[in-house]
């Protein structure tokens, strides 16, 4: 009986280690996250020169942001499919052109739009983007995939997306919500989740007074401070955040997933935990010697060589024999799990 007590007070000694070192490492950790998280300074992205081609449009947002978008045909004789473009953070929709040029040779549509606060798109007060996905980043996509499956020459089988860097992410969000999208190629995803565990580790040692703490806590641990963590940055930067691991898991598509074996912002490792996360119809690339978001430069026509080859796969029109009508499916709504809003009906003007 003894032996029992003394065993007793043992664990509730580990117990209450555990919690003290849980609680100090909160208060060390959650203000140096805050700052870290919020103000992630991010590549600029490189600047396309504009098409003087394609058809011009603007359509809007459930939140009411107007978005300036175009839709280029395929040069080919005949389309097989339509592929939306989403582009990373500090761009505009020209960003298209590198990775989506000789899609449009070999028969598929192209629509590429503005996220707000970029490009031609409206300003919105009071919010500044991220890296990180907010539910303004995913409404802009929902709106772009309404648009495009709302035109009159709309493929009635559903659309493939194509996102680099925070638009590999926004795009993926937005495919775990609504069936329409049949397909996507997603170029260095940037995880919110998995992104914050990795500065954990990576920095704490450079801001925190007792790095010893913070790094003898399980990633369990470290999750709740994250999700405090993007409390606060929401609180602060007036948005919401979408949680990517959860939509991740709720992605049914098949998907492509294209890394740089050198990218320094998004280690190949988040790469293949996400990847991992996913259903087993995910398949992951990583382009050797290629820096975040260089496969396009490192391997240009491997790349489009495979891109193609999978749009062809997963969304070209089937032949003629195999050819049966079906109606447009009907947008799943967005689980209100990992976020809070739903695809909205765009308006269109051209």
């Known amino acids: 009986m003894t032996a029992l007590i003394v065993l007793g007070w043992i664990v509730l000694g580990l117990i209450a280690l555990a919690v003290v070192g849980h609680v100090l490492a909160w208060l060390l950790y959650v203000p140096v996250a805050v700052r870290v998280f919020g103000e ?43 592929v939306a473009f989403c582009h990373q953070l500090n761009g505009d929709r020209w960003a298209t052109v590198p990775y989506t040029e000789d899609l449009r040779r070999q028969g598929f549509d192209i629509f590429t739009f503005d996220f707000r606060n970029h490009g031609g798109s409206d300003r919105v007060a009071d919010w500044e983007p991220m890296p990180w996905v907010t539910v303004q980043d995913l409404t802009d996509v929902q709106a772009a995939i309404d648009y495009v499956c709302g035109r009159s020459d709309a ?6 997306l194509i996102g680099v860097s925070k638009g590999a992410t926004v795009a993926l969000c937005a495919a775990a919500s609504d069936t329409r999208v049949r397909t996507l190629v997603l170029d260095g995803p940037c995880p919110t989740e998995r992104m914050q565990l990795h500065y954990v580790r990576r920095f704490m040692q450079i801001y925190v007074a007792y790095p010893w703490l913070v790094s003898r806590l399980p990633d369990l641990s470290l999750r709740s401070t994250n999700a405090w963590t993007k409390f606060v940055v929401q609180r602060q930067r007036h948005c919401r955040f979408v949680n990517v691991d959860q939509a991740a898991r709720q992605v049914r598509q098949p998907v492509m997933m294209i890394h740089g074996q050198r990218d320094a912002h998004v280690p190949v490792e988040v790469a293949r935990g996400l990847r991992n ?8 690339w990583v382009v050797p010697n290629a820096k975040h978001n260089g496969g396009i430069m490192v391997a240009r026509n491997t790349y489009h060589r495979r891109i193609a080859r999978f749009f062809e796969r997963h ?22 799990k990992f976020a809070g809003a739903a695809g909205g009906q765009s308006a269109v003007t051209s």
């Open 40 to 82: 992630t300074p991010w590549l600029p992205a490189q600047w396309q020169e504009p098409l003087g081609e394609g058809e011009h449009v603007n359509f809007y947002t459930q939140d009411g942001a107007r978005l300036e978008g175009t839709y280029l045909r395929t040069t080919a004789a005949a389309r097989k499919g339509v």
């Open 155 to 160: 493929d009635p089988r559903g659309i493939g």
């Open 315 to 336: 969304l070209a029109v089937p032949t003629v024999a195999e050819q049966s009508p079906q109606p447009l499916p009907s947008p799943r709504l967005l689980a209100p």
């Open 277 to 284: 996360s996913m259903p087993n119809c995910t398949r992951l």
